[in-house]
């Protein structure tokens, strides 16, 4: 008898029928389970739908809360389609004998691309060199631009030392530029043997004329970035996001921007996503914002399907996931360990 994964029904109506809706879940979950679309608009019709379930699989659209993962009667996995996973109570699942997975090696290299082009959009202020086009002032933009330094030699910051950081150095480094990072979950021997320099994070904050983000969000570095930060770095340095939003107090970088406190920002993510039409961020000529596009091409979706159902099959056959995030949850659940211990990164989440 088959297995019940259950999925979010679409919020926009789909003619297609699931199977073909699914095709990317199904290569590696028809053998072994079905996929049941539940409805999501409440708890209480989700946890209706799904209290039979033996895994969910889901990335955005519904917080898999404490009241749903308790209600569960019998879900051995829950499986996110994304590399963070702050729309699950991961302490629930926990608590609970449930598995958690994510996809932390699919989309590394777009997100990179995609911070170095906040980056280097930010550096040769394409925003403002645009107005000036667009405002009949064509002979302002090399001046402009003659104040400030070339990027070669530059030191790049980046907050945690995870896939899309490494991804992220590889490019800086082919720019010329210096890189330093913070993160005390990841050995000094690895950063240094990839030519980054550890350092504090206070360090990180003084030193960078660039910093980029890339931690997870989580209660250590939800507002990590806040107005005691933003005061210790450079006038001349710029922020860069590609992880979460939530890492970042808004408030306080807006006023830190508004008062010269730092130079400029790069975001893909913001606290409140779709953005408010009123918010600062959006009339100020040294931010650039894109609407969390950053690890989207036409392979970022399949891949991560596929992924994401990979790890549901693997549990629901009895084998340890290859990308749990709660690991301290092996000793309530009955999975077979078959592969080694990642032994190069810290928490996962």
């Known amino acids: 008898m088959k297995k019940k994964v259950v999925v979010q029904l679409p919020r926009q109506a789909n003619p297609q029928e699931l199977r073909l809706r699914y095709a990317e879940e199904l290569e590696a979950l028809d053998s072994v389970a079905e ?22 699989l889901t990335s955005w659209g519904i917080n898999i809360t404490r009241k749903i993962i308790e209600s569960l009667d019998k879900c051995v996995v829950i499986g996110v389609g994304s590399v963070g996973v702050d729309m699950v ?59 400030f330094p070339r990027l070669i030699g530059q030191t790049l910051g980046v907050l945690a030392y995870g896939n899309v950081a490494k991804a992220t150095v590889r490019r800086a480094k082919a720019f010329g530029m210096n890189v330093i990072a913070y993160d005390p979950y990841i050995s000094e021997i690895k950063m240094t043997s990839d030519g980054v320099e550890p350092v504090s994070f206070h360090e990180l904050l003084v030193r960078s004329d660039y910093l980029s983000l ?35 107090d808004e408030k306080a970088l807006i006023k830190a921007l508004q008062n010269n406190e730092i130079a400029g920002a790069g975001l893909d993510v913001l ?13 100020m000529d040294n931010v650039i914002l894109t609407p969390h596009v950053a690890s989207a091409t036409s392979r970022m979706r399949p891949a991560t399907r596929r992924r994401a159902a990979r790890e549901i099959a693997l549990a629901l056959r009895g084998k340890w996931p290859m990308s749990p995030v709660n690991p301290t949850v092996m000793p309530k659940v009955d999975l077979e360990r078959w592969q080694p211990y990642p032994m190069d990164r810290g928490p996962n989440r």
Not at 41 to 49: A, N, R, V, Y
Not at 271 to 283: R, V
């Open 214 to 248: 890339h931690c997870l969000l989580n209660a250590e570095t939800r507002h990590i970035m806040n107005a005691d930060a933003f005061k210790q770095m450079k006038e001349t340095a710029y922020l860069i996001n590609t992880c979460r939003g939530g890492v970042v």
């Open 89 to 147: 109570d991961v302490d629930a699942a926990t608590e609970n004998g449930i598995v958690v997975t994510n996809t932390p090696d699919i989309f590394i290299e777009e997100v990179a691309d995609h911070a170095m082009a906040l980056l280097l959009g930010s550096y040769r202020q394409l925003k403002i060199q645009d107005n000036f086009i667009q405002g009949g002032k064509w002979y302002r933009g090399r001046p402009s631009l003659s104040e």
């Open 35 to 56: 996929i049941v679309e539940v409805d999501g608009g409440t708890e209480e019709s989700f946890i209706e739908g799904a209290r039979d379930a033996d895994a969910l």
């Open 271 to 283: 606290e409140q996503e779709p953005i408010d039409m009123d918010n600062p961020l959006l009339s």
